[in-house]
């Protein structure tokens, strides 16, 4: 029962109560995240392999043109170290800044500059900026399709059939393809934060970090 404001009492069924939350769902049905495979690499529910970097940008202000133009092409080149069978999704993250950190001084001239100056920058509503890059593996999904079953068993139906009627040799081939995807999503990930790292700080985010644990918690 309901309460209204002129002392009235309405009557509300339990399945209209109840209806919105049928509705809503799991919050976990909407994260793709599985499982955490290793150190470094998630399983998704879709059948792709995940890694996350965090990465430090640099001020484009303080940089030459020609400095500018150094990092891009690094970037693209480090780009391409990545084929068709993976896709790279970035992520930027605003935060506040909140207090500015600073110190104290005996001087009651240089303390009021030192206040003064800091109140000013704090009007201003300062921020630091966090960018995330989430590189997706999607080539299991892709070599699992029903067409290369259907090429693999019209090469070889025999070995094909045996294969599907097997469990324990499914959970093999699907545990050996894992730990192939898993090391060339690792190999292509080094790779790329290797030609990086002259330019920008990049550092691959291990499964347990802050951000991870908010991705697969949910």
């Known amino acids: 029962m309901v309460s209204l404001a002129n002392g009235a009492t309405a009557v509300v069924k339990i399945s209209r109560i109840l209806k919105d939350y049928r509705e809503s769902g799991a919050l976990n049905a909407i994260v793709n995240i599985h499982a955490a495979i290793d150190d470094s690499t998630f399983l998704t529910k879709s059948g792709d392999l995940v890694t996350l970097l965090k990465v430090q940008g640099v ?38 800044f909140g207090s500015i950190p600073h110190g104290d001084c005996d001087d009651s001239v240089v303390r009021e500059v030192i206040q003064n100056r800091t109140a000013y920058l704090e009007s201003k509503g300062l921020y630091n ?26 090469a070889s139906p025999a070995a094909s059939l045996r294969a599907a009627l097997s469990t324990e040799k499914k959970i093999a081939v699907l545990d050996a393809d894992l730990d192939r995807g898993r090391q060339e999503l690792a190999n292509k990930v080094n790779s790329f934060a290797v030609q990086l790292r002259d330019f920008v700080k990049i550092e691959v985010l291990p499964t347990k970090s802050e951000l991870s644990d908010s991705c697969a918690g949910c």
């Open 59 to 96: 001020d484009a202000e303080c940089l030459e043109p020609l400095e500018l133009d150094q990092i891009v092409r690094r970037f693209g080149s480090a780009i391409r170290t990545f084929n068709e069978q993976f896709r790279i999704y970035q992520y930027l993250v605003k935060r506040d």
């Open 129 to 154: 900026l966090e960018i995330y890059f989430a590189i997706v593996h999607e080539g299991l999904r892709r070599n699992s399709n029903l067409g290369n079953r259907l090429i693999a068993f019209a």
